[in-house]
């Protein structure tokens, strides 16, 4: 930002500031307080997005100031490949509570700068932090099934019902991540170094937990419906309202918005996988056994495996986890390669590892 923007910045976040301690202190709308927490949170975090509020500020009314920030809503639906489908942050705004309102613009800049640097972004609606990218859903994203109106709702029956043996973005403990640290006014006035680190545990699982659901098979399943019929970058970071918008008139026009909705699919007994995981996890087995694909194999040499990696065994018959195998799979080929040796028999799996063999199964490398 120039020294323009920057001072439109500072005095945006300070009206917003304002008004929540006037509702705090006078009494008020408790949804106008929600609504600017969380809208403010974004701006903080990504005042990039806001170009009207950064141009126009001096003469905005309070009211038309929410008007500008509450812009985050229809850019999610537009952003959607999907009718219906939600948008998930990958880090959320509301990181930190009042941090990103509260301390002083050029400490919080840096603070921005830190997170960037460690993570390739940071909350607020920026294209890779907000986008396509994240569009989860509704049954992985708070564990619901979908709006009304649109194929991901209850009475349209299609694919499953949710269920906690899946991974959801806002599940348990998300609700108010990192609050109290924008309630600490010592920390408000730290420097960087010190509000990233505060910062850092609460948005380290975030990001683990957003991986974990984007790359898990039942999105990925879900994904290559739309990618494989209609656009391969469908879900790709970087993709405009525009490109969003195409891609979504053409699977209502064409029906693959049900089939979407019905490619989620999870079943404790044994999982509905496409043919594209199914394939990566026959693949990986078969190039590390020279051909060897059985439930032997599997029971023998993939289980011990998961053992190995810190991952817990399991069966057909147990929640099987086919991209984590491929992964433990994948390690223990690298390590071979590297100048392990490897040789497994009934339940157990043994590694000779000069170097960096055994470090490579372990996931260190």
Known sequence: MNQTEKAAYTLTRQRIVAQIDNIVAQGGS????????????????????????????????DQQLMSALRTEDSFMKLMAPVKGLPIHHRIANRTGGDLALRTPTDVFLDVRKMIYDKYGGFPGNSAWNLGAHGAIDERMHQGRYGAKGTVFEESRGLGMAPT?????????????????????????RSQADEI??????????????????VEHPTTVGQRKIITENIDPAAFDVGRTTEQST??????EASGFDVKFASGFKFRGGGVSLGMSVISEYGEAIEEFTGGAIS????????????????????????????QADVQAVKRAKA?????????????????????????EVLGFN
């Open 246 to 251: 195409a891609v979504r008139k053409a699977a």
């Open 30 to 61: 408790d949804s106008t307080l929600k609504r600017l927490k969380r809208f403010g949170n974004a701006f903080s975090w990504y005042p990039e997005f806001y170009p009207q509020i950064l141009e126009g500020i001096d003469g905005m009314s």
């Open 196 to 213: 990233f680190k505060a910062l850092d545990p609460f948005i380290a699982p975030q990001v683990a937990k957003f991986t974990e659901i």
């Open 164 to 188: 906690e043996e899946l991974p959801i973005a806002h599940g348990k403990g998300t609700r108010d991540i990192g609050l109290k640290l924008g309630q600490d006014p010592a920390l408000i």
């Open 295 to 322: 439930n032997t194999i599997n029971k023998l040499l993939v289980n011990p495996l998961r053992k190995t990696v810190g991952q817990k065994p399991v069966g057909p018959y147990k929640k099987p986890d086919p």
């Open 335 to 359: 390590a071979v390669q590297r100048g392990g040796q490897f040789s497994f028999g009934f339940g157990s799996v043994k590694f000779t590892a000069p170097e960096l063999g055994l470090s």
